[in-house]
C-alpha cells in the first residue's frame, strides 16, 4: 500500500508544487479545493484522488478525511488553505477577523481532527502555514496577524496533544508569489520594492515552500515536532542595512 499524502488547497501554487514533490517521490495525494476547474486538471494525473472541498463546509472536511482514512497508510497532511487580509484597523470589522480565523485556524484545526486518527495508526505529520506577520508588527496586517498567530500556537498545541503518533510542525512565509498575492505583486514597481525588503532579496516562490513542507512530512525530519520554521529570504530576523 503506498503512503497517502492530504492535501488542503492542492491547486493553488504552495499546494500544487508540493503535490509534485510528493508524486515524485512515489507518494499518493488527495488533492482537495474549491476550484472543480483546477481540480479537473489533478483529476487524471496517475496517484491522485481529487475532491472537491470547501474547508468551511459543515461537512466537506470530515467527509474527506474519512475517505482518506479507507485509503489507509495517511502519513501526512499539509493544510496549503489561507488568506492575505490587509486594511488599517480603523476600516477591519469584527467579521474580517472572525472570517479569517475561520479560514486560517479553524478550518486547519478540524482539518487535523478529523484526519488524526488515521495520521495516528501511519505515524504521520502535518504541516501547517502561518506567515512573517506574525511575529513582526506589520501595519495594516491586523486581521492576517492575529490569525497566524493563531496558526502558530494552534501548531504547538497540536504537536503535543498528538505526540508521539504525530508530528505538527507550521512554516512562516514571507510574500510568495501565488494567485493568491497576486493584488500585491500586480504593480511591478511594488513589487520589486517589497523583494528588496528581505536580505535574500527576492520574494518566495511557491518551490521553496514546498520543498520544506516535503522535508517537514518526510522521516528527514522525524526528530521534530513543534515548530514555526521561517522561510522568509531572512526578513524576520536579519537587518542589513542600518
Request: proline share 4%; hydrophobic share 45%; charged share 20%.
Amino acid at each position: 500500500m503506498s503512503e497517502l499524502v492530504l492535501i488542503y488547497g492542492a491547486t493553488g501554487g504552495i499546494g500544487l508544487a508540493l503535490t509534485e514533490r510528493c508524486l515524485a517521490r512515489g507518494q499518493s495525494v488527495m488533492a482537495t479545493g474549491r476550484d472543480e476547474t483546477r481540480l479537473g486538471s489533478l483529476a487524471g494525473r496517475p496517484g491522485v484522488t481529487a475532491r472537491p472541498v470547501d474547508v468551511l463546509g459543515d461537512d466537506d472536511v470530515e467527509a474527506v478525511a474519512e475517505e482518506a482514512a479507507k485509503q489507509g497508510n495517511l502519513v501526512g497532511l499539509a493544510y496549503c488553505v489561507g488568506s492575505i487580509d490587509l486594511k488599517p484597523l480603523k476600516r477591519a470589522t469584527g467579521e474580517d477577523f472572525l472570517k479569517s480565523y475561520r479560514l486560517n485556524v479553524v478550518g486547519a484545526a478540524r482539518a487535523v481532527k478529523a484526519a488524526a486518527p488515521a495520521l495516528a495508526k501511519a505515524g504521520g505529520a502535518v504541516v501547517l502555514f502561518s506567515s512573517v506577520v506574525a511575529g513582526q508588527g506589520f501595519a495594516n496586517h491586523s486581521v492576517i496577524a492575529a490569525a497566524k498567530g493563531g496558526v502558530e500556537a494552534l501548531t504547538r498545541s497540536l504537536a503535543a496533544e498528538l505526540a508521539p503518533r504525530v508530528r505538527v510542525n507550521c512554516i512562516a512565509l514571507s510574500l510568495t508569489e501565488t494567485q493568491m498575492a497576486q493584488p500585491l505583486l500586480a504593480n511591478e514597481a511594488m513589487a520589486k520594492g517589497i523583494a528588496q525588503m528581505h536580505p535574500l532579496p527576492r520574494l518566495g516562490q511557491p518551490e521553496d515552500a514546498a520543498a520544506l513542507a516535503d522535508f517537514l512530512l518526510s522521516g528527514d525530519a522525524g526528530w521534530m515536532t513543534g515548530q514555526i520554521v521561517s522561510l522568509d529570504g531572512g526578513r524576520s530576523s536579519l537587518r542589513t542595512k542600518g
